[in-house]
């Protein structure tokens, strides 16, 4: 089993709600990352877990939280989000997420988020 | 600072040509470079990945990249596409010593026309 799913596939919120994206493995893996990508462009990494802690934030604004409640699990929680944070939001997993960088990425299908 | 250059942004072709997408890297440390391939509405798939050892590395659909160090680039060949492998195609690199973090090129869409 090589996938990484995630929930949900599209969401429209307003810019006072508090919503929450979701992903999942079961591939053992211990490393987990949120990307964001916007349309016509390359994925920009947002939060590595590694081992469930924390590992990179690529100063995110905080309306942004991650959160890793156990080794398969990975939540994106949103609060008062901006219209330009609309985009495709990209979960990935990796077998450690540590040195040397050969991990294999795997990436699920993404949320479509549209922020009015 | 290490960075990943993908010229073409688009490359049309026709079913059944050859194709090369081109892929160019910096960086003054070694790298570990990986061809993604985004379907439309989807999210990326490994395509290939460059680690170490033979510098022709080859997908199960066809695909090939050579990793050619002397000219630091990374390019994607086809012999013959098909009108399925129209997608956008991203190169990447990780680099050694660095935290774990894949650094993408600006991608190439590749729309393969009957």
């Known amino acids: 089993d090589t996938e990484v799913t995630q929930t949900p596939k599209h969401l429209v919120m307003g810019m006072t709600n508090k919503k929450s994206l979701k992903c999942e493995q079961h591939m053992g893996h211990r490393a987990m990352y949120w990307y964001k990508q916007k349309a016509k462009k390359p994925p920009e990494l947002m939060f590595v877990?590694?081992?469930?802690?924390?590992?990179i934030n690529e100063s995110v604004p905080s309306r942004f939280s991650p959160e890793c409640p156990n080794s398969s699990l990975l939540n994106l929680h949103l609060h008062a989000l901006q219209p330009e944070d609309s985009a495709l939001y990209l979960c990935?997993?990796?077998?450690?997420?540590?040195?040397?960088?050969?991990?294999?990425?795997?990436f699920g299908p993404g949320t479509r988020l549209t922020v009015l | 600072a290490q960075s990943v250059t993908q010229l073409d942004s688009q490359v049309p072709v026709f079913e059944e040509a050859p194709v090369e997408l081109r892929c160019n890297y910096s960086s003054s440390v070694s790298v570990y470079l990986f061809w993604y391939v985004q379907y439309p509405n989807q999210g990326l798939q490994l395509l290939l990945k460059?680690?170490?050892?033979?510098?022709l590395v080859e997908s199960i659909n066809g695909f090939e990249a050579e990793f050619n160090k002397s000219q630091t680039s990374f390019h994607l060949r086809k012999p013959s596409v098909h009108i399925s492998d129209t997608a956008e195609y991203f190169c990447?690199?990780?680099?050694?010593?660095?935290?774990?973090?894949?650094?993408f090129g600006t991608g190439t869409l590749l729309a393969v026309q009957p």
């Open positions: 990935a997993s990796s077998q450690e997420g540590s040195l040397p960088p050969t991990d294999t990425q795997y």
């Open positions: 990447a690199v990780s680099k050694s010593g660095a935290t774990n973090k894949l650094i």
């Open positions: 460059y680690l170490s050892g033979s510098t």
């Open positions: 877990y590694s081992y469930e802690k924390l590992s």
